[in-house]
């Protein structure tokens, strides 16, 4: 039987030695990952790669053009999970409500109902970014309580490879908008049931946080530019976050939200 195509950078990033050596001219393993996925490298170009682990990736990648395409395919996967899934079992496990059949979640304080083959609907709109981490959050929270305990993308299980990435898809963008635009924060408390966070936790000038899922917490601190100190942001997660969301869940999670700021800002600009 012929193996899955991968067309994930992180089925390739597992087989690499992930010491980011740069001799790939790329910053890091992920980076690499990313770039052969896309077609703009080639697996021979990292010398550390063992030659039967070489060998078998190159007849199962799929080049695809970027990670939209992948998150339709995690979908369509996370749809299947969801089938099989004890709805009345789980919704107490993961902070949900079970009405009639389907699972009611909020999501940044807006009702998002899940059918038993894993369609999700509501009110709003609903892209991708965030359909995946949501069917990812019914499937692979082991349910547990909110510590409180505030912690970095990179410091999470197999965080630091992938925190080049996060920073350039999410805090680096987020960071753009909130400098752009001064009363987004206050907006997005007002939009998405958000509250003032203490900013002393992490001396930042501002701090909200927001429930994009039940029981995963994230906290957005921001601190202005001070003289020829540039203006800073970082994006928080409760320390309980890896018991509801693997790594590649929580980055997409963080991609969604960004994407969904964005989106908002250029309809009111």
Same mark, same amino acid.
């Given at each position: ?10 089925e ?42 070489k060998e ?9 053009e ?5 998150r *339709? ?66 499937v692979?929270?082991?349910?547990? *309580? ?25 805090e ?53 530019q ?27 999670? *963080? ?15």
């Amino acid at each position: 039987m012929q193996s899955a195509k991968i067309t994930n950078p992180f089925e390739i990033y597992k087989k690499l030695p992930q010491t980011n050596c740069g001799e790939c001219s790329l910053p890091n393993c992920l980076a690499f990952a990313a770039a052969v996925i896309k077609g703009h490298k080639q697996l021979s170009l990292c010398p550390y790669l063992k030659a039967e682990d070489k060998e078998q990736l190159e007849k199962r990648i799929g080049v695809r053009e970027d990670f939209n395409r992948a998150r *339709g395919e995690d979908l369509e996967v996370l749809k299947g999970q969801v089938c099989s899934i004890d709805f009345s079992s789980k919704a107490d496990l993961i902070g949900a409500k079970l009405i009639s059949d389907k699972l009611a979640i909020k999501s940044l304080g807006k009702d998002f109902f899940i059918d038993p083959k894993g369609n999700v609907t509501s009110e709003c709109h609903t892209h991708i970014w965030m359909t995946v981490p949501l069917l990812s959050y019914i499937v692979e929270s082991t349910g547990g *309580g909110i510590t409180g305990r505030w912690v970095p993308f990179r410091e999470l299980k197999d965080g630091s490879p992938m925190n080049p990435l996060f920073v350039q898809r999410c805090e680096k963008p987020l960071k753009k908008l909130i400098d752009n635009n001064s009363e987004l924060l206050g907006d997005l408390i007002s939009m998405f049931s958000g509250a003032r966070a203490d900013n002393n936790l992490f001396a930042s000038d501002l701090a909200l946080s927001l429930y994009p899922l039940p029981k995963v917490p994230i906290l957005i601190c921001y601190w202005h530019q001070e003289g020829d100190m540039d203006s800073d942001l970082n994006i928080f997660f409760d320390a309980s976050v890896e018991k509801h969301l693997k790594i590649e869940s929580i980055f997409s999670l *963080g991609v969604g939200l960004v994407m969904m700021f964005e989106k908002i800002v250029r309809k009111h600009s």
